[in-house]
């Protein structure tokens, strides 16, 4: 199974944050969603809106514990290290992202085809694959 079987069965629908957001925005837009990451897109740049990492709870989490209340004034790019995107790419099997998932001790991975961000895949969406490939049913992925 490949990942863009994984991204045909979700909404397509993928929430994103600006890099010069703050903390308690990105925590708002998580909880209204009803998610637990946001891809954080930098569109200052010159290349314009492109996918530079990924801002999860345990963020939110680090900003309060390391700076207090304080924390969710400070701007997402304090919390996000952009050298160590890990993405992959719709033509990727479940395999190959759960290793690197496993690897990198990440859970959400963005799926960027042709520089262009199309998907996230999480780890309940590459376990829920390996489920379905185990029974052979069909599962519907939530967003």
């Given at each position: ?99 690197l998932m496993n690897k990198h001790h990440i859970r959400h991975v963005p799926v960027i085809d042709n520089y262009s961000l199309i998907g996230v895949v ?19 992925f939530a967003a």
């Amino acid at each position: 199974m490949q990942v863009g079987d994984i991204l045909r069965k979700k909404t397509a629908r993928v929430a994103t944050v600006r890099m010069n957001e703050t903390v308690a925005i990105a925590a708002q837009l998580m909880r209204s969603s009803n998610i637990s990451a946001l891809v954080v897109k930098d569109v200052v740049r010159t290349e314009g809106n492109t996918p530079v990492g990924m801002f999860t709870e345990r963020d939110v989490v680090r900003a309060i514990a390391q700076h207090g209340a304080a924390g969710a004034n400070m701007r997402v790019s304090q919390f996000v290290s952009v050298q160590q995107l890990v993405s992959c790419n719709s033509t990727d099997t479940i395999e190959h992202i759960r290793h690197l998932m496993n690897k990198h001790h990440i859970r959400h991975v963005p799926v960027i085809d042709n520089y262009s961000l199309i998907g996230v895949v999480s780890m309940r969406d590459i376990s829920a694959a390996f489920d379905e490939e185990a029974t052979g049913s069909a599962t519907v992925f939530a967003a």
